[in-house]
């Protein structure tokens, strides 16, 4: 339950809000009713000058995945700044405990993207195995000399076992979905589920992530970037891979020892992977390009008009919160910030 706090001052009676990039019109145009706010029309991400120039000069910034707000920024950033609205789940780009000692509320959207994600999820799920890249590229390079028994043949869905690492909100709707398609759901994650939950979505529970990788045809990953997450599967980890097996990450690109994985896929040792995000967007590597059954997707996970209007509309409505006096829902590490 939200908890009353003495209303901010404002000097121009509004809250001065700094947008870092281009957001939805119909959420910059309600932003600019309610808020003095400074938007980003031509969508260029803030170098950390930048970033440093506007958290001094406003009382809410609302950044996104691209902003890497660290401690040496937000350090630099004044006494002004009292709110950080992120736009997005993710909180990872964020110092959280600088920002808590310096007593700056963190806010973020959970839930907002949890099915467009998920969609996206099994698009990768479903085309990986079934080789969509190939079939697509083979069209278009005019190379297809039309149906053949033998030709392009992939793997089928049903009855093969679907991993799931992390089985938070994103991986409880790949779930939902996947069970439509015949697979067979094990997970891992840091608390079992309820038993009622596995039942419902016919999940199984593994409590290593190594036998999970083991026994996996395709391995899906829906966890966190965190230190104990980061390079999750390195190169003993996706050795562990059936021959053939599928991984896809829509997570964080951070997730996947990346030089380990092209390295698997060179040699064969995978059937391909499905990645919609990258250690070091907007770059991808060639070995990722060049592999025939690797879906690269350009972090599309979020990307839907309806699911960015409504992160949009939790923030501008976090901002009201926190502006009333008010601490906003989703607020992140609340237990830091006295």
């Known amino acids: 339950m939200a908890t009353s706090h003495q209303p901010p001052h404002f000097p121009a009676g509004k809250p001065k809000v700094v947008v870092t990039r281009h957001l939805m019109p119909s959420v910059e145009a309600r932003m600019s009713e309610l808020f003095e706010t400074v938007l980003n029309p031509d969508d260029i991400p803030l170098r950390q000058d930048q970033l440093v120039a506007a958290m001094r000069d406003c009382d809410v910034l609302v950044p996104t995945v691209t902003d890497k707000i660290t401690e040496e920024i937000i350090e630099a950033a004044g006494d002004r700044l009292g709110l950080i609205a992120s736009f997005g789940a993710g909180t990872e780009h964020i110092d959280l405990a600088t920002a808590a000692e310096r007593k700056i509320l963190v806010t973020n959207t959970p839930g907002v993207f949890t099915d467009d994600t ?35 043949l992939g793997r089928k869905l049903g009855g093969k076992v679907l991993g799931i690492v992390g089985m938070g909100r994103i991986g409880q709707a790949v779930a939902h979905r996947a069970r439509a398609f015949g697979l067979e759901i094990a997970y891992t994650n840091r608390k079992r589920l309820p038993e009622a939950v596995e039942s419902m979505l016919s999940a199984r529970f593994v409590e290593e992530v190594d036998a999970l990788v083991a026994q996996s045809d395709i391995l899906t990953l829906h966890c966190p970037l965190t230190p104990e997450t980061r390079g999750l599967m390195d190169a003993r980890r996706i050795a562990l891979m059936k021959p053939g097996a599928s991984l896809i990450n829509t997570a964080r690109g951070e997730l996947i020892d990346q030089d380990a994985l092209i390295e698997a896929l060179h040699y064969g040792d995978l059937g391909g992977a499905g990645l919609d995000v990258y250690p070091d967007e907007p770059n991808v590597a060639r070995g990722l390009l060049d592999h025939p059954n690797v879906m690269t997707l350009p972090h599309i996970g979020s990307a839907t008009a309806e699911g960015r209007e409504d992160s949009g509309e939790k923030v501008i409505a976090y901002i009201r919160f926190w502006a009333d006096g008010h601490r906003p829902p989703d607020q992140v590490l609340t237990a830091l910030i006295n």
Not at 133 to 150: C, H, I, K, M, N
């Open 118 to 152: 998920a969609d996206i999820a099994m698009a990768a799920i479903i085309g990986v195995p079934r080789r969509i890249r190939e079939g697509t590229q083979l069209v278009r390079r005019d190379e297809w000399t039309g149906w053949a028994p033998s030709g392009l």
